[in-house]
């Protein structure tokens, strides 16, 4: 890997336009990549899903070269229908377009040459690599007292014509005192057995709130890692929902820091798995000042050969007495092949708080599907309703009902 | 003054830090081959006993010691602890306690130990260990009469070797990590438990551990066996002299309960936990385990861990029969400097296994808790569940406390639950009791023993009264 990462370094050099001190930054970064390598399962936190492993199994050799500068023709027909929407496009990582049609354009600053932040706590080997490859950064923007009218889709497509790559994502967002995003990302891949690596920072100020919701709904072979980094202010709020079905091994890693007094955050996420697939989410929320709040929810259901992850931190620091911490996972296992994880850790330092976490997993409950066939459904339809009921109760959670009733839709649950 | 407060007053400080000047018998310093052939020679062992030794020995050169705890603690130097420290008087070990040193039982009396005849009412069988030897056992004649073979290791390794042999290393194997195969290695003595088929113990079984020589560490190593449908309930104490330096405690646990058996064991430990600085106090880095053999055998941990610097263990059930059932209870308290990190292991291999766990851990002062734990079903496990509650206590805001549970369910027929939660003793409670009449430390302790109340009931009724008092005690002036 090393001799492959290294040419196709040299490549990208040559053919873009990045500044001599740019080239000495990103070689540093390239460096400390091949030192550590992808995380193996050596790592605590990679113990359940060891990516050095499933990229060997099921991509064997990554090449890392992408040419960015051809641009790539926008499908329209992935557009998301009946809801009107800002889009930011990526096709094979590359953004090929951005458009705010629906809002003030004097209160969104969009800036491409942005110098990313090369730290986030918790973070691993992935963020070196992406931001040795990551061509471009885009931060987005709110100013002070803005809500956007329209939610922000992110398309991330790839076509045919990229196999066995690595693409290096990164997106840098900045809500000022008072303002309000909305943020769906929807996975759309064509191509196949690529490792897309999505770094995302959000640095919410005073008021601000965050809606981020992320799909990952059509089936593919790619592997795909995202980081999250969200940086709280006073009061402000931000709210995750992760539906984790599509790629064969994904793995959401949402960092929080709650730093401003009153300040709360939520997650919430399905697993709906199958056929090997293998899927994660990692949660640190790290309660850093008095009167923080956060809930986290996930459950999975589990069919043949698939297995699920959950590992979810709470930190509560000295300082942040008054801390209200929960987590909640639960799963429901299919098949006799099937498997469920979890870690669920408390950290806690300040002793004036209220952190508790549960988790429950096991088989559809038979008392209630013979309740269910007494009433004259099938064993399948009996089935189909708990598990539906099961995960409602997740979807229910998400505030904006605009994008509750786009995602009800889109994963067929009725009500 | 009434009796708690007078409790309190006797063991405000730890009233075990005594240290009894008594002549003793030390390998030389340093663990290196020779050292283990002197300890394996001066117990006049067989020569498998031997080999099992230096095969351990060769192993420990390729392991590292772990470090992913979270309590650290400085570099140990295993070259600069003596592994082998007896009294001089046990060198020819004694017929009856008549000929043991008086000093020795004087020590013991002062522990609250019975070893003499005449206090032996309470229908406890005990062995002593002292540093590195056994240097008594009680009730013998009549364990015997009933087949049941209740003895220090080194006397067993001479007096039983098949049963040694057959069973030693099977659960804990020279292959396991650093701690448990420098046990293996470097073991001095410890208990050994044979209840033969269908005998119900009729007593408690107990040990008692003590490191009084300095610049030591105790190494000891239990072997516990339950034959075809018997019963037996084992108790372990532990208490060290207080010293400034930090000595170190790696004992190796075994249990093997066949079908039907039974195996309860208890441990109130309480070694030396360092003063209120954080110097000094014992390093506990125990590992024990059990497994579940037999069909319908039953494995039951119960721990009240108030003592050590450092205690780092996870008494873990392997449930490997079908039908077989692990159980585990514990309370851990954290005061001044002393730092846990312990839990248990639950590994189901066998149909319709069951496990349940409930943790109690109380972290005060400027203590550090956590706990770990690990819950696997295997794929072959049908039909198995698993019930966990960890519970925290928080007082004062410069202590920590710490949930870290691994959850594997690989089987769909299999339920796992899990619970925790952490708060601080509420202003609620607190006024409540005040307003009744209840001075504020009084009050703490109700509500703390009302918090440990599920483990406690788990404890034989004589350990009970005393783990009760105990608790209270180590959060002495954690509150206010």
């Avoid at chain 1, 799963?331 to 994880?341: G, H, K, V, Y």
Wanted: hydrophobic share 35%; net charge neutral; with cysteine.
């Amino acid at each position: 890997m090393t001799e492959q990462i290294k040419t196709d370094f040299e490549k990208i050099v040559k053919t873009s336009a990045f500044s001599e001190k740019d080239v000495v930054l990103k070689k540093k970064y390239l460096n400390r990549f091949i030192e550590s390598g992808f995380p193996s399962r050596k790592l605590e936190n990679w113990k359940f899903s060891d990516l050095n492993q499933i990229i060997k199994k099921n991509i064997g050799e990554l090449s890392f070269y992408n040419n960015d500068t051809i641009p790539n023709k926008v499908d329209t027909s992935i557009f998301v229908e009946g809801l009107e929407h800002n889009k930011i496009i990526f096709i094979n990582g590359r953004v090929e377009k951005i458009d705010f049609t629906y809002e003030d354009q004097d209160k969104i600053k969009i800036n491409d040459d942005f110098k990313f932040l090369d730290e986030f706590s918790n973070s691993n080997s992935l963020l070196s690599l992406n931001n040795a490859f990551a061509n471009k950064c885009y931060k987005i923007t709110l100013k002070k007292g803005y809500s956007m009218k329209k939610p922000l889709v992110i398309y991330h497509t790839t076509n045919e014509k990229i196999k066995s790559r690595n693409i290096n994502l990164r997106l840098e967002f900045e809500l000022e005192q008072n303002s309000f995003l909305r943020t769906i990302d929807l996975f759309k891949d064509e191509a196949e057995n690529n490792f897309i690596n999505i770094f995302y920072n959000f640095d919410l100020k005073e008021d601000a709130i965050l809606k981020n919701y992320k799909i990952d709904k059509v089936i593919n072979q790619n592997i795909r890692y995202s980081y999250n980094n969200i940086e709280q202010g006073k009061n402000s709020v931000s709210e995750t929902f992760i539906l984790s079905s599509g790629s064969n091994f994904s793995k959401n890693e949402i960092n929080c820091n709650l730093k401003g007094e009153y300040s709360s955050a939520f997650i919430n996420g399905i697993f709906s798995l199958n056929n090997e697939q293998h899927h994660e989410v990692r949660t640190i929320i790290n309660h850093l000042i008095e009167n923080t709040k956060s809930y986290q929810l996930i459950k999975s259901v589990l069919g043949k050969n698939s297995k699920s992850v959950y590992q979810g931190k709470i930190f509560v620091d000295t300082k942040a007495q008054k801390t209200d911490g929960y987590q909640l996972s639960k799963a429901i296992l299919l098949d006799e092949t099937s498997e469920f994880n979890a870690k669920p850790e408390l950290e806690i330092y300040a002793d004036d708080v209220k952190c508790s976490h549960g988790s429950a997993s096991g088989s559809l409950d038979e008392n209630s599907i013979f309740y269910l066939m007494s009433r004259g459904l099938n064993y399948q339809q009996s089935k189909e309703l708990l598990i539906n009921g099961y995960l409602l109760d997740v979807v229910e959670k998400i505030t904006d009902s605009e994008i509750k009733n786009l995602i009800k839709s889109m994963i067929g649950i009725r009500e | 003054m009434n009796t708690r407060e007078k409790d309190i007053e006797n063991l405000k400080d730890y009233k075990y830090g005594f240290s009894t000047d008594i002549e003793n018998i030390r390998a030389p310093k340093g663990l290196n081959e020779d050292v283990i052939k002197f300890i394996s020679n001066i117990k006049k062992e067989p020569k498998w006993m031997l080999d099992f030794r230096l095969k351990s020995f060769k192993r420990l050169q390729n392991l590292k010691e772990p470090d992913w705890q979270k309590p650290k603690y400085p570099k140990i130097d295993y070259q600069d602890l003596y592994y082998y420290s007896a009294p001089k008087s046990m060198s020819d070990k004694p017929k009856s306690l008549d000929e043991l040193d008086p000093k020795l039982l004087e020590t013991y009396k002062k522990l609250g130990i019975p070893l003499q005849e005449q206090a032996r009412l309470n229908g406890i069988a005990i062995d002593a260990v002292f540093d590195s030897v056994s240097v008594a056992t009680t009730f013998k004649d009549e364990l015997t009469k009933q087949g049941i073979i209740f003895c220090s290791m080194s006397e067993a390794i001479q007096k039983h070797p098949d049963l040694v042999k057959k069973y030693l290393g099977t659960v804990i194997p020279t292959t396991d990590h650093f701690f448990a195969t420098l046990n293996s290695a470097v073991f001095t003595d410890g208990s050994f438990v044979y209840i033969p088929e269908g005998v119900r113990c009729p007593m408690e079984l107990s040990t008692y551990f003590r490191i009084n020589a300095s610049q030591t560490g105790q190494f000891e190593r239990t072997l516990i066996i339950a034959d075809k449908g018997s019963y037996v309930s084992y108790l372990e104490g532990c208490t060290a002299p207080m010293r400034d330096e930090n000595q170190l405690h790696a004992a190796n646990v075994e249990l093997i309960a066949l079908d039907d058996a039974e195996i309860k064991y208890s441990t109130v430990q309480n070694w030396y936990p360092g003063d209120e600085n954080g110097k000094g106090g014992i390093y506990n880095f125990v590992t024990k385990r059990g497994l579940c053999k037999g069909r319908n055998s039953k494995i039951s941990w119960t721990q009240v861990e108030t003592g050590s610097a450092i205690t780092w263990k996870y008494p873990s059930c392997i449930l490997k029969g079908d039908n077989s059932i692990g159980e585990f209870y514990s309370i851990a308290i954290t005061n001044n400097h002393q730092k846990a990190d312990t839990g248990t292991k639950m590994i189901h291999l066998g149909k319709n296994t069951k496990s349940k766990i409930i943790s109690k851990g109380i972290s005060a002062g400027f203590s550090d808790m956590t706990y770990r734990g690990l819950v696997d079903i295997n794929p072959k496990a049908k039909n198995s569940s698993n019930y966990t509650q960890c519970d925290s206590l928080l007082m004062g805001n410069k202590c920590g406390a710490h949930t870290v549970p691994y959850i594997k369910n690989k089987n769909f027929n299999s339920n796992i639950a899990h619970e925790a939660t952490t708060s601080k003793i509420s202003e609620e409670q607190l006024h409540y009791c005040q307003q009744r009449g209840l001075n504020s430390e009084e009050a703490v302790g109700l509500i703390v023993n009302g918090f440990c109340k599920e483990v406690l009931q788990q404890l034989p009724m004589e350990f009970a009264v005393e783990a009760q008092k105990l608790v209270g005690i180590s959060l002495e002036g954690s509150v206010g």
